[in-house]
């Protein structure tokens, strides 16, 4: 007869689960913030206390919305769970997680497949459970629903002191605090809105009045300034609900072209700027205006404009068109640097066709949401998906870039150069 003998394996250590934990906070008030440190400690006592978890961090973010587009840590936390890093997350409630149903459901389904969990406190809810996805739905549609209901609340609340005439909630205005609902002048600020607005009806361009004040010390974006410059609130009137809200989800604001009734107040506090001196302004706004209009748009910046900014000083690179003579091409170079100058912004100016093939090679438009110059040479793709791309740049030498026919046509330069010179010593 056969002898059996059961095979004896090795006793299976049970696997350490790799624990994270997402927390958020609605914004940067002191409240919130420290709101947010004692979170941090307390998911990272909770998480390192325990055998059987293995610590994977804290992914915090400090956002206006929950939509999942607006945080970075978030999306850093799906490319770690998607690069099998994360086995399982804790988060306080599906309110800090997201606030609608979808980014919810999306996530939570995602990482389901990935072999993922999130468990949710305040619910005491494990996604990966059997009644967990339908749990889930029903608590993040109440969620939403809530969030809506807060959301109509606070418009309607602001729309009744637009109807009263009144400003709601904070303000930050050069010239003007805000105290119990009515604008005060700060006279120090008020002589700077003055000299600002006699600038300007003096000829002098935003740009230039920029770096005027700049020189001295005064801080002021481009587009401050052209705001300033329009905001006829100097005058002691107020225009209310030139903007709105589009939803709670997006919190896009969008300028008010109808779609909601706008209250002008007269005479509502103390003038800085003269109402005959802020008509001026607007009509030599307008004439300006007019001189540029008919400048043709580059064409082919459709995909780019708006897409690029500046690692080192915020703002967005703008296209251009420059060059010595016979090497001329589009460049993409950073507002602040080509507005004001180097000692402003010392980022590179980047060939617009290397941009070009630095996309292609770091995925390509799809999906591409923005694109950051960390600083000289370097550039950073971020991805809807969450997918980051940081690629090196360099731009080759004049000589390496030129053309047979561009070398041709700086040989024919020299040469006339040089029969014009030997002309002029012939003839002193």
Same mark, same amino acid.
């Given at each position: ?62 956002? =206006? %919305?929950?939509? @999942?587009?607006? $945080?970075? !840590? ?8 998607? #690069? ?122 935003? =740009? %230039?009045?920029? @770096?005027?004040? $700049?020189? !001295? ?8 300034? #052209? ?202």
């Amino acid at each position: 007869m056969p002898t059996i003998t059961q095979v004896q394996f090795a006793p299976v250590m049970p696997k350490r689960l790799r624990t994270a934990a997402y927390t958020r906070v609605s914004d940067g008030k002191d409240a919130m913030l420290h709101s947010l440190s004692a979170q941090v400690s307390y998911y990272s006592a909770l998480i390192q206390k325990r055998s059987d978890w293995e610590y994977a961090g804290v992914y915090i973010d400090e956002a =206006v %919305t929950g939509t @999942k587009d607006s $945080r970075k !840590e978030f999306q850093r936390m799906l490319e770690d769970c998607r #690069a099998g890093k994360i086995d399982q997350i804790i988060t306080k409630s599906i309110t800090r997680f997201a606030r609608n149903t979808l980014t919810t459901l999306e996530v939570a389904r995602e990482l389901k497949l990935l072999g993922i969990d999130i468990f949710f406190e305040e619910q005491n809810l494990h996604t990966m459970s059997n009644e967990g996805e339908m749990v889930l739905a029903i608590l993040a549609a109440s969620a939403q629903e809530g969030s809506l209901r807060v959301s109509e609340n606070c418009k309607w609340r602001i729309r009744k002191e637009f109807q009263a005439g009144r400003l709601s909630g904070g303000i930050n205005m050069l010239g003007y605090k805000l105290i119990d609902g009515k604008l005060h002048i700060i006279p120090e600020e008020a002589e700077i809105v003055r000299r600002i607005f006699a600038l300007y009806l003096s000829g002098k361009g935003i =740009v %230039t009045i920029m @770096k005027l004040l $700049r020189a !001295e010390g005064i801080t002021i974006s481009r587009t401050g300034l #052209a705001k300033m410059l329009r905001n006829e609130k100097y005058t002691g009137n107020m225009l209310l609900q030139k903007t709105y809200i589009a939803d709670h989800l997006s919190k896009q604001k969008r300028i008010n072209r109808g779609e909601l009734p706008q209250y002008f107040v007269a005479d509502s506090h103390e003038a800085i700027i003269p109402k005959e001196t802020f008509e001026e302004v607007q009509r030599e706004i307008e004439r300006r205006s007019h001189d540029h209009r008919s400048t043709p748009i580059a064409p082919g910046t459709s995909q780019l404009a708006g897409l690029i900014r500046c690692g080192i000083c915020g703002t967005a690179f703008q296209r251009k068109y420059g060059g010595a003579p016979g090497y001329k091409k589009h460049m993409w170079i950073c507002s602040t640097f080509n507005s004001i100058g180097k000692q402003y912004c010392a980022n590179q100016q980047i060939p617009e066709n290397i941009l070009l093939d630095k996309i292609e090679e770091a995925g390509g438009f799809a999906g591409l949401e923005r694109i950051t110059a960390t600083g000289p040479g370097v550039l950073s793709f971020l991805y809807k998906d969450g997918k980051q791309v940081d690629l090196g740049w360099q731009n080759p030498s004049r000589a390496q870039s030129w053309t047979p026919e561009m070398k041709e046509a700086a040989r024919q330069r020299s040469l006339a150069a040089a029969q014009k010179r030997k002309k002029q010593e012939a003839n002193p």
